[in-house]
């Protein structure tokens, strides 16, 4: 069993930036893929970004390419989604996830651990 817990969340005016972080305990985490995902109310869950555990291999949404960036401290066991320029339209719920395998994944069906979620909330 692996635990994540995310944190970082809040509301925040657009334009503005929050980083999320994602702190993994129990099984270990190492040598697997890493994932941000977010549901905004009515939608369906939707990938925004991943990296692999090791290489440091990423990939992005198109809507927050540019803007968003994962990275990860394997030291602390933790993967961080530091969010800038933010928009109304990323207001969401945010999920960390962790992969199956090692490579990142857009597909929530590569995914097997998942966080609580935390809420980021963007006034326009």
């Known amino acids: 069993q692996a635990q994540l817990v995310e944190s970082g969340g809040g509301l925040v005016q657009a334009g503005s930036s929050l980083r999320l972080s994602c702190t993994t305990s129990?099984?270990?985490?190492?040598?697997?893929?890493m994932g941000w995902f977010r549901q905004a109310p009515g939608k369906e869950r939707e990938f925004v970004a991943a990296?692999?555990?090791?290489?440091?291999?990423?990939d992005y949404a198109d809507s927050v390419r540019g803007r968003f960036t994962i990275s990860r401290d394997d030291a602390k066991n933790t993967v961080y989604l530091q969010m800038n320029m933010l928009k109304p339209e990323d207001t969401a719920t945010y999920y960390c996830?962790?992969?199956?395998?090692?490579?990142?994944?857009?597909?929530?069906?590569?995914?097997?651990?998942w966080g609580q979620g935390t809420q980021v909330t963007v006034d326009s």
């Open positions: 990296i692999f555990w090791g290489g440091g291999s990423t």
């Open positions: 129990g099984r270990s985490s190492s040598s697997y893929a």
């Open positions: 996830a962790r992969g199956v395998s090692d490579s990142p994944a857009r597909q929530i069906s590569e995914y097997n651990y």
